[in-house]
């Protein structure tokens, strides 16, 4: 029988399947972002120490990753704005 074939006779099972694997490896691609952020937020949570009070009003905390570089961030002050940020990598605290 060839591959065709047997996906002909048993569709059913064989998206089943394909559709468990797809959801277990999203599933963890999340698991792991989440911890990501979470690490990111902790560490930067330590080493910048700005309550919310001290921040103007009218402006926000940007955090966005350094071009090139892994693990270096550049964190500013930037002017809250009402479009949505075109930087999807950024983080406003």
């Not at 468990?20 to 330590?46: P, Q």
């Not at 910048?48 to 921040?55: A, F, H, N, P």
């Not at 270096?72 to 809250?80: G, Y």
Request: proline share 5%; glycine share 6%.
């Amino acid at each position: 029988m060839t591959f065709l074939q047997f996906l002909q006779i048993y569709p059913g099972p064989i998206a089943s399947v394909g559709g468990f694997c797809i959801w277990g490896a999203n599933r963890m691609h999340n698991s792991e972002l989440e911890h990501y952020v979470k690490a990111v937020n902790e560490v930067t949570d330590r080493v910048i120490k700005i309550s919310d009070e001290e921040v103007p009003e009218g402006y926000e905390l940007s955090i966005e990753r350094v071009e090139g570089e892994e693990e270096i961030f550049d964190v500013s002050l930037v002017e809250k704005s009402e479009e949505p940020d075109e930087n999807p990598e950024a983080t406003a605290l």
